[in-house]
C-alpha cells in the first residue's frame, strides 16, 4: 500500500451527470497531481496542485477542475461527462523537498463508467 | 506528432535474454526524465529516473540522449516478473507561465516468456 488513497474505486455515471473523485496525501506531500488513463494508454496529466494553488495543466477542458485541501487531500470535479471521459483517474503526490522529491506516489486509481 | 512516443510492442523475450527500447520526445526544452512501470490494471510505479550522464540500477539501465531527443531502458537477464508495461514520462516547466506538466508516453509492454 502506498499511503494515497482514492475514492470511490469504481463508480458509473451517466451522460452529462457530474462527478467527485478523492485524494488522500501522504503525509508530509504537498503536491498532488492528476491523471486520466483510458484503456491501453499512457496517463493523461490533468493538472497538478501545490499547496492548494493550480501549477499546472494539461490539454483537458474546463469542466475537469479540482481543488486541493489544507491538509493536502484534493478533489477532481468533472461535470457534463461524456461517453469519453470512462477511464482509470488517478492521482499522485510528491514530496516536493528531500530525497525522492521527484518521485510520484500514485493512488490505485478510481475507475469512471460513463454509460 | 505525439509529443512523446513509444513503441507499443508487445516485445515477447526469452527469459535471460536483454531487451531494450526507445522513447522520443519532441520538446527541446524537457527538463526531467523517468521510466514507470504498470501492470496490468494497478497503478504505475517508479522504476528509475533518467540522468543526463546514464544511470544504471542492477539489472536496468536508462540512458539520456538530448541531441536525439529520445530516452532508452536496457534491461539485461530479464525475469519473467518483468513483464509489464513500461512508461516514459517527460516534465517540462514553461519558465513564462509557470506552467508544470508531466507527459507521458502510451507504454511498451513487455512479455517474458520462459
Known amino acids: 500500500e502506498t499511503g494515497v488513497t482514492q475514492s470511490p474505486t469504481h463508480l458509473i455515471k451517466t451522460r452529462g451527470q457530474q462527478v467527485t473523485l478523492r485524494c488522500s496525501s501522504q503525509?508530509?506531500?504537498?503536491?498532488v497531481s492528476w491523471y486520466q488513463q483510458a484503456l491501453g494508454q499512457g496517463p493523461q496529466f490533468i493538472f497538478q496542485y501545490y499547496r492548494e494553488e493550480e501549477n499546472g495543466r494539461g490539454n483537458f477542458p474546463p469542466r475537469f477542475s479540482g481543488l486541493q485541501f489544507p491538509n493536502y487531500s484534493s478533489e477532481l470535479n468533472v461535470n457534463a461527462l461524456e461517453l469519453d471521459d470512462s477511464a482509470l483517474y488517478l492521482c499522485?503526490?510528491?514530496?516536493?523537498?528531500?530525497?525522492?522529491?521527484?518521485?510520484?506516489?500514485f493512488g490505485a486509481g478510481s475507475r469512471l463508467t460513463v454509460l | 506528432r505525439k509529443e512523446v512516443e513509444q513503441d507499443p510492442g508487445p516485445f515477447n523475450v526469452p527469459e535471460g535474454a536483454t531487451v531494450a527500447f526507445n522513447c522520443t520526445y519532441s520538446n527541446s526544452a524537457s527538463q526531467s526524465f523517468f521510466w514507470y512501470r504498470q501492470d496490468c490494471r494497478k497503478e504505475p510505479k517508479l522504476l528509475m529516473s533518467?540522468?543526463?550522464?546514464?544511470n544504471e540500477d542492477g539489472r536496468f539501465t536508462a540512458q539520456l540522449n538530448r541531441a536525439s531527443q529520445y530516452i532508452s531502458l536496457l534491461i539485461r537477464d530479464s525475469k519473467l516478473s518483468d513483464s509489464a508495461t513500461y512508461l516514459c514520462v517527460v516534465n517540462l516547466f514553461s519558465g513564462e507561465d509557470s506552467n508544470y506538466q508531466l507527459i507521458w508516453g502510451a507504454g511498451t509492454k513487455l512479455i517474458i516468456k520462459p
Open positions: 499522485a503526490t510528491l514530496p516536493g523537498q528531500g530525497a525522492g522529491a521527484n518521485v510520484l506516489t
Open positions: 533518467v540522468y543526463s550522464s546514464g
Open positions: 503525509s508530509g506531500h504537498n503536491t
